[in-house]
């Protein structure tokens, strides 16, 4: 080979070796930036999900917090206002009570006087003589009838076989629950010893903290915001026909537990 066809084979060796080497330089930057690409998009997807997870983790946290708050403003009657546990209306008002206390809730009212819960509890009387001609106890049936004639609002419902869970959720979603009870299944050391056969309590918040249902109790004085454990109230909860247990007795095995939920306005 002569020296000239020697130099042009060489300069043509050099450029395709330079070529070549440019060729895959090029090639790898293109790996690598594909490469940065996906593992952004990796990136990327799993701070997705963690955004999503600590969304979710503050949903709960702060509904286990409302959760543990629940409290409605629900105005607290005593069904015997001034002590006069003897008078036969006053001594089984406790319907009348949580029919009056559901009712101010309804208007907004905060605070009852003595009077006023008197005057109440005796209206309401004379309207459950008119409709359902009796006063001494009423049924869940019955005393939703009557508060939606008292009160004039229709969104009250009886619920039947509840469970807890029916209780808080409706607590938790800014509805009222009216139950009725066998009292001295309640043990509440401010009764009158046994307890009350028959009676109605108004429940107007519940602490998930502690598991108690916070009730108005209209039995006792120390009755407004008065907590129950959850097994205590709910084993009482028990429906009564409307009548007088103190001339007919209730046959138990027949009544089931019911409660009257009254949906917010």
């Known amino acids: 080979m002569s020296g000239k066809k020697l130099k042009i084979f060489l300069s043509l060796s050099v450029v395709l070796i330079v070529v070549g080497v440019v060729l895959v330089a090029w090639k790898n930057k293109k790996i690598e930036k594909v490469q940065d690409v996906q593992d952004v998009q990796s990136v990327q997807d799993v701070r997705g999900v963690e955004v999503v997870q600590d969304v979710q983790i503050v949903e709960n946290i702060e509904i286990v917090q409302s959760v543990q708050d629940v409290m409605l403003e629900v105005p607290f009657v005593l069904q015997a206002p001034f002590a006069n546990w003897d008078d036969p209306?006053?001594?089984?008002?406790?319907?009348?009570?949580?029919?009056?206390?559901?009712?101010?809730?309804?208007?907004?009212?905060?605070?009852?006087?003595?009077?006023?819960?008197?005057?109440?509890?005796?209206?309401?009387?004379?309207?459950?003589?008119?409709?359902?001609?009796?006063?001494?106890?009423?049924?869940?049936?019955?005393?939703?009838?009557?508060?939606?004639?008292?009160?004039?609002?229709?969104?009250?419902?009886?619920?039947?076989?509840?469970?807890?869970?029916?209780?808080?959720?409706?607590?938790?979603?800014?509805?009222?629950?009216?139950?009725?009870?066998?009292?001295?299944?309640?043990?509440?050391?401010?009764?009158?010893?046994?307890?009350?056969?028959?009676?109605?309590?108004?429940?107007?918040?519940?602490?998930?903290?502690?598991?108690?249902?916070?009730?108005?109790?209209?039995?006792?004085?120390?009755?407004?915001?008065?907590?129950?454990?959850?097994?205590?109230?709910?084993?009482?909860?028990?429906?009564?026909?409307?009548?007088n247990h103190h001339i007919n007795s209730i046959n138990e095995s027949i009544i089931g537990k019911t409660v009257i939920i009254i949906r917010a306005r």
């Open 89 to 243: 209306v006053f001594q089984d008002a406790c319907e009348e009570a949580a029919v009056l206390m559901a009712d101010g809730w309804l208007k907004n009212k905060t605070v009852f006087s003595k009077e006023q819960m008197e005057k109440g509890i005796k209206e309401i009387v004379s309207l459950e003589k008119k409709i359902i001609g009796e006063y001494i106890d009423t049924s869940a049936k019955d005393t939703a009838k009557v508060l939606k004639a008292y009160s004039g609002y229709d969104k009250v419902e009886v619920f039947e076989n509840i469970a807890v869970e029916d209780i808080v959720r409706e607590i938790i979603g800014g509805n009222l629950v009216i139950v009725p009870t066998d009292g001295r299944k309640l043990k509440n050391p401010f009764y009158t010893a046994p307890g009350p056969i028959t009676h109605m309590i108004v429940i107007i918040g519940y602490d998930a903290k502690k598991k108690e249902l916070i009730t108005n109790d209209s039995g006792t004085k120390r009755g407004e915001g008065y907590r129950y454990s959850v097994p205590v109230i709910f084993e009482a909860i028990r429906d009564y026909p409307t009548g």
